[in-house]
């Protein structure tokens, strides 16, 4: 209804507005205008927006008024405002490399991939913190039980955190029972009576069983018996039975294994210098491992092996060789009807594996047999005789073969196992320049770090250390052993532990390219609760005892022979202090010692054979250690034994010469006496039989005891009773002396007197003290030594000049007793006016000694 309403409405204007056209006249002033229906919509469409514009409401006026106060222009505002426009691109849909819907669908799937696996590994770095950050707590919350019973119990294992070496896990050895038994040495409760054997850490366990060895090694190398000290740790790390496999390449038991075939306690190897018989040691490991891998092959697939009843080393490698060649076909070894498939030459790997294995004799066996090797035969045999130094002629023809083989390149068709052959002939030439060409142009020969390490050992040349110097014929520089160090110590050391979830593979890597002293530091610096550091003391006492710590500095740190003992000393130095702050002072012996040794070059130093320069350092190390262990409490008894100058004590495994020991005993009770530590210098040098000396040093501390007593120190008296009765028994031990000599006896004689005049005064003292003063001085007036006798005459001369130090330092106090004794007793006859006078008349003569002020004061005011 509304819209007929509407539609008659326009209808009616449309009429109006033809008959007002029709009655209109044309007029010049007004001529007529025709306007269409849309012309006529878009212009009341302008008129009506004019019209809204001049009606601006009155909200409006008041917004540019707010506008313009605050300094904004409403105009251009507005003119910006009609201006602006907001609009959905198509790229911001569909970015411009994704053009279609199926591109824009895998560009996200990627991206969302790509923030699922920063996800993933967030979430793993948290796992991973939250994971240690327990295991710290655990840790800690370890060690403060293990304080917490200390403090009740008193037979805690773990000592206070004081050094270094302590806070890095040796802090749990320092009660370890000692291995050797002493009736005169007490150490306190040992932790065997403590903890169980089944409780107790790793760190224990290798402590108490290391420590058996070290007792054992010095046992034996002071009595000049053999010892392999490599052997024996070994297997007593093996009978802990603690190594784990936990996805690790390399135990501490395969690294004992490598310092056995290191310093060859299993082998003898003649006409060779050190540094190639460790190379060779390196060697003969590796191969011994590979040995373990072709063996665990052989047994894992014993269909494809085929090895049957046959034992020989030969039959296992051509064993192994069935089971890695199984994809090329029939071997030459298994071929019974050659004409009708040609089978597959092995001879190449045969040689390879065998040498790689160590069976060097079959090695050689299968390269003379064979047509192809022919060549090669006598090569390798003079490789194999002279433990890899072959002549310049071999290595060159070696070289060309090698170069003809690098060449001709990897053809088409050409089975990829005659690779072996080109290791074979690196290997006998020892060129450098061939290696390096060999690594950087045939990628994929070596599948382990083991096998990469065996070829590069293998072709090391025993050269100067200056090896760009040696240039054989034809431009041929050998390859040695710095070159291979210098290559694997491009990388950093978590490449080699795959940033800590091996950590023993890196100083098993330094081990085998003979960087001793590198990989003893770096284990020496594993924290954890395995204990590496206490192996690394010990792997450093095998290499020190077979002397090569020198020929193994490695080349980043090239050291002098001293550098490197003195380095491996301070860390066996410092392992054995551990048990000295805990009182184990038999423990401390023995690792002091092994330090000592150390700095002798090992073995050599035992018996007197290293130079003169390693025998003064060891002796000087030797002496400072044992005065060490002498000042402790116990180790006089332990050193010396319960009499004597160590004839029956520890000391005589050490120092075997009587002069020797009198010469360190001495020098010790001097550094005793000057450290204040008088009773152990008293019993040192009555041991030694210097009872003059012991009665001096008893005399000094007997008058500084005595003017203590005078100053009012309350124990005084106990002290000085125990003086007088220790140089009693040195006069008594000197009487029965047999090796009393006469000017010892003037000595004793004067030193006696002293001691006895010391004790007249000090029964002066006593006399005083109790309130007896006429007793103390009649007693005053008896000393023989001082002109104070009111009867006798008086003397002039200097009394002084023939009196002992110690008692010079008395005579001050004993005045100033004398002065107050007078005070308190009545002079009936004058003699105490008389001793005045003496005394008087004594201290003007001997005003030029500088006693005391209070002295001079004293008797002015008496006289």
Same mark, same amino acid.
């Given at each position: 209804m509304a819209n007929d309403v509407e539609m008659s409405g326009w209808s009616g204007l449309l009429n109006s507005s033809t008959k007002l056209l029709e009655q209109a006249a044309p007029s010049a002033q007004f001529p007529p205008l025709q306007r269409s229906l849309d012309q006529l919509e878009a212009l009341s469409t302008k008129l009506k927006t004019k019209t809204l514009r001049a009606e601006a409401p009155s909200q409006s006026i008041s917004a540019t008024r707010l506008l313009a106060r605050e300094g904004i222009n409403a105009e251009q505002l507005a003119r910006d405002l009609k201006s602006f426009e907001l609009k959905t691109t198509f790229e911001d849909v569909f970015p411009s490399e994704a053009t279609t819907v199926e591109e824009y669908l895998q560009q996200v799937v990627h991206e969302?991939?790509?923030?699922?696996?920063?996800?993933?590994?967030?979430?793993?770095?948290?796992?991973?913190?939250?994971?240690?950050?327990?295991?710290?707590?655990?840790?800690d919350w370890q060690k403060e039980k293990r304080d917490f019973?200390?403090?009740?119990?008193?037979?805690?294992?773990?000592?206070?955190?004081? *050094?270094?070496?302590? =806070?890095? #896990?040796? @802090?749990?050895?320092?009660? &370890? $029972?000692?291995?050797?038994? *002493?009736?005169?040495? =007490?150490? #306190?409760? @040992?932790?065997?009576?403590? &903890? $169980?054997?089944?409780?107790? *850490?790793?760190?224990?366990?290798?402590?108490?069983?290391?420590?058996?060895? &070290?007792?054992?090694?010095?046992?034996?190398?002071?009595?000049?018996?053999?010892?392999?000290?490599?052997?024996?740790?070994?297997?007593?790390?093996?009978?802990?039975?603690?190594?784990?496999?936990?996805?690790?390449?390399?135990?501490?038991?395969?690294?004992?294994?490598?310092?056995?075939?290191?310093?060859?306690?299993?082998?003898?190897?003649?006409?060779?210098?050190?540094?190639?018989?460790?190379?060779?040691?390196a060697r003969r490991h590796l191969e011994w491992g590979h040995e373990k891998y072709l063996l665990e092959t052989i047994q894992s697939h014993p269909a494809q092996a085929a090895l049957g009843g046959a034992v020989g080393n030969l039959q296992k490698v051509r064993a192994f060789l069935r089971v890695r060649l199984r994809d090329y076909g029939v071997l030459d070894f298994d071929a019974t009807d050659v004409r009708r498939q040609p089978p597959v030459d092995t001879t190449w790997q045969q040689i390879y594996f065998c040498l790689r294995t160590g069976y060097y004799d079959e090695a050689r066996s299968v390269a003379q047999s064979s047509r192809v090797a022919q060549h090669f035969a006598p090569q390798l045999a003079e490789w194999i005789s002279t433990g890899g130094a072959v002549s310049p002629e071999t290595a060159i023809s070696a070289s060309e073969e090698c170069e003809k083989m690098l060449r001709m390149g990897d053809r088409a068709g050409r089975p990829g196992y005659d690779r072996k052959r080109l290791l074979l002939y690196a290997i006998i030439s020892g060129c450098r320049r061939q290696i390096d060409r060999l690594l950087r142009d045939v990628p994929g020969l070596f599948t382990t770090i083991e096998d990469f390490l065996w070829f590069k050992l293998s072709a090391v040349r025993d050269c100067p250390a200056d090896s760009s110097s040696v240039v054989l014929s034809e431009g041929l520089v050998p390859y040695t052993l710095d070159d291979l160090q210098s290559y694997l110590n491009k990388y950093e050391p978590s490449y080699y532990t795959k940033n800590g979830k091996d950590p023993l593979v890196y100083?098993?890597?330094?081990?085998?390219?003979?960087?001793?002293?590198?990989?003893?530091?770096?284990?020496?610096?594993?924290?954890?609760?395995?204990?590496?550091?206490?192996?690394?003391?010990?792997?450093?006492?095998?290499?020190?005892?077979?002397?090569?710590?020198?020929?193994?500095?490695?080349?980043?740190?090239?050291?002098?022979?001293?550098?490197?003992?003195?380095?491996?000393?301070?860390?066996?130095?410092?392992?054995?202090s551990v048990f000295l702050r805990h009182g184990n002072l038999e423990l401390t012996l023995e690792y002091y010692a092994q330090a000592a040794a150390a700095m002798g070059g090992g073995e050599i130093s035992w018996i007197g054979r290293g130079n003169a320069d390693q025998q003064r350092q060891r002796s000087l190390m030797l002496r400072q250690l044992l005065t060490e262990i002498l000042l402790r409490d116990g180790g006089i008894p332990l050193l010396l034994g319960p009499r004597g100058t160590g004839d029956e004590g520890e000391l005589r495994k050490y120092m075997m010469d009587w002069r020797s020991r009198e010469q360190f005993l001495l020098e010790a009770a001097h550094q005793c006496q000057e450290a204040g530590l008088y009773e152990k210098s008293i019993e040192i040098y009555k041991r030694v039989g210097a009872f003059a000396t012991a009665l001096e040093t008893i005399n000094k501390c007997l008058s500084d005891a005595i003017c203590a007593m005078s100053r009012g120190r309350l124990d005084g008296d106990s002290r000085a009773a125990a003086l007088i009765y220790s140089g009693n028994d040195v006069l008594e031990t000197f009487k029965y002396s047999s090796e009393a000599r006469l000017q010892d006896k003037e000595l004793i004689s004067e030193q006696q007197t002293v001691l006895r005049q010391l004790e007249a005064i000090l029964f002066v003292h006593k006399l005083a003290r109790a309130g007896q003063y006429v007793d103390a001085l009649r007693?005053?007036?008896?000393?023989?030594?001082l002109p104070l006798n009111p009867r006798a005459p008086d003397v002039t001369a200097d009394v002084f000049r023939n009196l002992s130090p110690h008692v010079q330092a008395c005579v001050p106090d004993l005045l100033k007793i004398a002065l107050s004794c007078i005070d308190n007793v009545a002079d009936t006859d004058g003699t105490l006016r008389a001793l005045k006078s003496k005394i008087a008349n004594f201290v003007a003569n001997n005003m030029t000694r500088n006693w005391p002020q209070d002295l001079y004061e004293k008797i002015a005011r008496s006289i």
């Amino acid at each position: 209804m509304a819209n007929d309403v509407e539609m008659s409405g326009w209808s009616g204007l449309l009429n109006s507005s033809t008959k007002l056209l029709e009655q209109a006249a044309p007029s010049a002033q007004f001529p007529p205008l025709q306007r269409s229906l849309d012309q006529l919509e878009a212009l009341s469409t302008k008129l009506k927006t004019k019209t809204l514009r001049a009606e601006a409401p009155s909200q409006s006026i008041s917004a540019t008024r707010l506008l313009a106060r605050e300094g904004i222009n409403a105009e251009q505002l507005a003119r910006d405002l009609k201006s602006f426009e907001l609009k959905t691109t198509f790229e911001d849909v569909f970015p411009s490399e994704a053009t279609t819907v199926e591109e824009y669908l895998q560009q996200v799937v990627h991206e969302m991939a790509m923030i699922s696996a920063i996800q993933e590994a967030q979430k793993d770095n948290l796992r991973s913190f939250n994971d240690y950050m327990m295991k710290v707590l655990e840790d800690d919350w370890q060690k403060e039980k293990r304080d917490f019973l200390q403090s009740l119990s008193r037979i805690s294992t773990l000592p206070r955190k004081n *050094s270094s070496l302590m =806070s890095s #896990g040796l @802090s749990r050895i320092g009660q &370890v $029972p000692s291995p050797i038994s *002493s009736p005169q040495v =007490s150490t #306190g409760p @040992s932790v065997m009576e403590i &903890v $169980p054997a089944g409780n107790k *850490s790793i760190i224990e366990k290798k402590t108490s069983v290391y420590a058996e060895i &070290v007792k054992n090694l010095n046992d034996a190398r002071g009595r000049g018996l053999p010892f392999k000290p490599a052997t024996a740790f070994r297997f007593a790390y093996e009978s802990l039975s603690i190594d784990a496999a936990g996805g690790r390449s390399v135990t501490m038991q395969k690294i004992w294994h490598l310092i056995q075939t290191l310093v060859g306690e299993d082998s003898n190897q003649r006409n060779v210098s050190r540094k190639m018989s460790l190379v060779i040691g390196a060697r003969r490991h590796l191969e011994w491992g590979h040995e373990k891998y072709l063996l665990e092959t052989i047994q894992s697939h014993p269909a494809q092996a085929a090895l049957g009843g046959a034992v020989g080393n030969l039959q296992k490698v051509r064993a192994f060789l069935r089971v890695r060649l199984r994809d090329y076909g029939v071997l030459d070894f298994d071929a019974t009807d050659v004409r009708r498939q040609p089978p597959v030459d092995t001879t190449w790997q045969q040689i390879y594996f065998c040498l790689r294995t160590g069976y060097y004799d079959e090695a050689r066996s299968v390269a003379q047999s064979s047509r192809v090797a022919q060549h090669f035969a006598p090569q390798l045999a003079e490789w194999i005789s002279t433990g890899g130094a072959v002549s310049p002629e071999t290595a060159i023809s070696a070289s060309e073969e090698c170069e003809k083989m690098l060449r001709m390149g990897d053809r088409a068709g050409r089975p990829g196992y005659d690779r072996k052959r080109l290791l074979l002939y690196a290997i006998i030439s020892g060129c450098r320049r061939q290696i390096d060409r060999l690594l950087r142009d045939v990628p994929g020969l070596f599948t382990t770090i083991e096998d990469f390490l065996w070829f590069k050992l293998s072709a090391v040349r025993d050269c100067p250390a200056d090896s760009s110097s040696v240039v054989l014929s034809e431009g041929l520089v050998p390859y040695t052993l710095d070159d291979l160090q210098s290559y694997l110590n491009k990388y950093e050391p978590s490449y080699y532990t795959k940033n800590g979830k091996d950590p023993l593979v890196y100083p098993y890597v330094l081990l085998l390219s003979i960087q001793l002293l590198p990989a003893i530091l770096y284990l020496s610096k594993e924290v954890g609760e395995e204990g590496y550091n206490i192996d690394a003391v010990h792997i450093s006492i095998v290499l020190a005892d077979h002397g090569v710590l020198s020929e193994g500095s490695g080349t980043g740190q090239k050291m002098g022979i001293m550098d490197a003992c003195a380095e491996v000393a301070s860390i066996i130095r410092q392992y054995g202090s551990v048990f000295l702050r805990h009182g184990n002072l038999e423990l401390t012996l023995e690792y002091y010692a092994q330090a000592a040794a150390a700095m002798g070059g090992g073995e050599i130093s035992w018996i007197g054979r290293g130079n003169a320069d390693q025998q003064r350092q060891r002796s000087l190390m030797l002496r400072q250690l044992l005065t060490e262990i002498l000042l402790r409490d116990g180790g006089i008894p332990l050193l010396l034994g319960p009499r004597g100058t160590g004839d029956e004590g520890e000391l005589r495994k050490y120092m075997m010469d009587w002069r020797s020991r009198e010469q360190f005993l001495l020098e010790a009770a001097h550094q005793c006496q000057e450290a204040g530590l008088y009773e152990k210098s008293i019993e040192i040098y009555k041991r030694v039989g210097a009872f003059a000396t012991a009665l001096e040093t008893i005399n000094k501390c007997l008058s500084d005891a005595i003017c203590a007593m005078s100053r009012g120190r309350l124990d005084g008296d106990s002290r000085a009773a125990a003086l007088i009765y220790s140089g009693n028994d040195v006069l008594e031990t000197f009487k029965y002396s047999s090796e009393a000599r006469l000017q010892d006896k003037e000595l004793i004689s004067e030193q006696q007197t002293v001691l006895r005049q010391l004790e007249a005064i000090l029964f002066v003292h006593k006399l005083a003290r109790a309130g007896q003063y006429v007793d103390a001085l009649r007693e005053i007036t008896k000393l023989s030594f001082l002109p104070l006798n009111p009867r006798a005459p008086d003397v002039t001369a200097d009394v002084f000049r023939n009196l002992s130090p110690h008692v010079q330092a008395c005579v001050p106090d004993l005045l100033k007793i004398a002065l107050s004794c007078i005070d308190n007793v009545a002079d009936t006859d004058g003699t105490l006016r008389a001793l005045k006078s003496k005394i008087a008349n004594f201290v003007a003569n001997n005003m030029t000694r500088n006693w005391p002020q209070d002295l001079y004061e004293k008797i002015a005011r008496s006289i």
